[in-house]
């Protein structure tokens, strides 16, 4: 799952607005709104869910689970190495 928190840091990684994301994702801009607007984990349709992950997984965004390697427990987002 992803976090609203995720959500937001994604977009301020890769320098883009709500609306930019939305259609990156082929959604509706009051969608991207809602799920940012979730508190804590975000709720939606799981279809709708995926549209946003494979955007931001396309634009270069790994998301960071609780129990993933890292540094540090807990969730992030931080962006993939290009080669």
Known sequence: MITA???????????IDQRQLAAMA???????QRMEAS????????????????????AGIELIGP???SQARGRGVRLKERE
Do not use: F, N
């Open 5 to 15: 928190a995720q959500m937001r840091a994604a977009r301020a990684l890769l320098g």
């Open 26 to 32: 082929g959604v509706s801009l009051p969608t991207i």
């Open 39 to 58: 508190d804590g984990t975000v709720r939606a349709v799981v279809g709708t869910l995926m549209k946003v992950i494979d955007a931001l997984d396309a």
């Open 67 to 69: 129990e993933q390697p």
